[in-house]
């Protein structure tokens, strides 16, 4: 009797904490049912269990299930994307002003729109270059639409000196911006300093004006914040966006962008 009642015991415990990870993750009524049973069937046995036999019938159990693990795998996804989408929308309220009204960020489509969208971008990004046409797109057809380019060169020293030299042109000529943006992120082969100032040039800038600018330490404070908020976004890759209160990953299209745009306005 004492051994069946290890048993017993043993297989509760197993089967009760294989079941209670399957019964929490598809709301089964049945799996719930099986998890009381068990539970209930282990608490009775008043025993100690053996280890090696409680870790046998679990991985027995899951080898012959293994459809929880990808279940419970993906409950774990969907709690910490909502765990992060609550912690950007506190990063979001607390950055207002450097997410979507930092003076180092070009604007484009309507200064004054009635709803801001912020991209993330990198010269060197390829992602970045096809996305271009959907801010194109998005700023043509919606002309209530602001949007806000902000640097973030994540792709090596090219990339970074590209930032800096469209930085100072960007207070030098700030209605030149877009111009600037387009020629440099549209252009073929690699963003360097000397590929940005070569735009910066054909676009009225003195080259010694420039390059004093370009010293100018607040850029690299800029930089760095940005750095900073971007890592408390959890954005990571460029493109990525700030539309109202979402932080949207990914070059997804103007399609998904647009409906964004249009939840942010209904969200006024």
């Known amino acids: 009797?004492?051994?069946?009642?290890?048993?017993?015991?043993?297989?509760?415990?197993?089967?009760?904490?294989?079941?209670?990870g399957f019964g929490f993750v598809t709301g089964s009524p049945q799996a719930a049912k099986a998890d009381a049973t068990q539970i209930a069937q282990a608490a009775s046995a008043d025993t100690r269990f053996d280890r090696a036999e409680v870790e046998g019938i679990i991985r027995d159990y899951l080898l012959k299930n293994p459809e929880v693990l990808l279940e419970a795998q993906e409950a774990l996804e969907a709690k910490q994307k909502e765990a992060q989408r609550v912690a950007s929308l506190g990063v979001i309220k607390d950055a207002k002003d450097q997410i979507f009204n930092s003076a180092f960020d070009g604007v484009v489509g309507n200064p004054n729109g009635r709803v801001t969208i912020v991209e993330f971008y990198d010269y060197n990004c390829g992602y970045c270059k096809r996305a271009m046409e959907d801010m194109q797109t998005?700023?043509?057809?919606?002309?209530?639409?602001?949007?806000?380019?902000?640097?973030f060169p994540i792709l090596g020293p090219d990339s970074q000196k590209a930032s800096v030299v469209s930085m100072a042109f960007h207070l030098m000529m700030p209605e030149k911006y877009g111009e600037f943006h387009n020629a440099l992120l549209g252009a073929q082969g690699r963003a360097t300093e000397a590929a940005a100032i070569k735009v910066a040039l054909s676009l009225g800038a003195n080259e010694a004006t420039l390059r004093e600018k370009m010293k100018d330490p607040s850029i690299a404070e800029a930089l760095s914040k940005t750095y900073d908020l971007a890592n408390k976004l959890a954005i990571t890759g460029t493109p990525s966006y700030v539309v109202g209160n979402e932080v949207v990953f990914g070059a997804l299209?103007?399609?998904?962008?647009?409906?964004?745009?249009?939840?942010?306005?209904?969200?006024?």
């Open 1 to 20: 009797m004492m051994k069946k009642a290890i048993l017993l015991g043993t297989t509760g415990v197993a089967v009760a904490l294989a079941m209670l």
């Open 138 to 151: 998005l700023t043509t057809a919606d002309p209530e639409l602001r949007f806000v380019l902000k640097e």
């Open 253 to 268: 299209g103007q399609d998904v962008l647009a409906e964004k745009i249009e939840a942010a306005k209904a969200a006024l």
